[in-house]
């Protein structure tokens, strides 16, 4: 069983290990700036970091998430390589889910090779939609390009929803002045 141990700030103990996590798991522009995490910890009660505990309480996942209201977004999770393949995925993600009152959705890369089409199957394997529509992950930072991504919900898919959430991941989470 895993324990969702919530993040406060990075003064939190298991902040370094599930830094460590999340920068071995993610390429650089699919990654938030370390900074921009702890500020909007600070700043932000609609966004959250949870350090995924195994039952020893040894951090082996994460999970960021941000509550917009008409839905929840899973910005990153990830789990460690040595835990991978041992069911911890699944079982947070269906716990995650069973916890929301609202549709949930994250962001995935396009099923180009072996390993995305993988990672989309584990989704819809654990209930997600793989949505048709093409998206664009605006970039992090002024360094960073953007990313073409594809979304999955929880939901089937609505050309309306899907506007939605594309407008307010852009808005709230990215920070793109319309």
Known sequence: ???????????????????NI????????????????ERLLAEENRYR?????????EPIG???SWNLGTFTYIEHFAIAPAFRSQGYGTWALKAFMHSLSSPMVLEVEPPIDDTTQQRIQFYQRNGLIL??????????????????????GSIPENKDFVTNVSYLLHKEVYGVKF
């Open 1 to 19: 069983m895993i324990t969702f141990h919530h993040i406060h700030n990075y003064k939190d103990p298991y902040w370094a290990a599930i830094m």
């Open 22 to 37: 999340y920068k071995r798991s993610f390429p650089i522009e699919e990654q938030r700036p370390t900074e921009s995490m």
């Open 49 to 57: 970091i949870s350090a995924l505990l195994n039952e020893e309480s």
């Open 62 to 64: 994460l999970l960021t």
């Open 131 to 152: 949505y048709e529509y093409n998206y664009f992950q605006p970039p992090y930072t002024a360094e960073q390009e953007g990313v073409v991504l594809r979304l999955m």
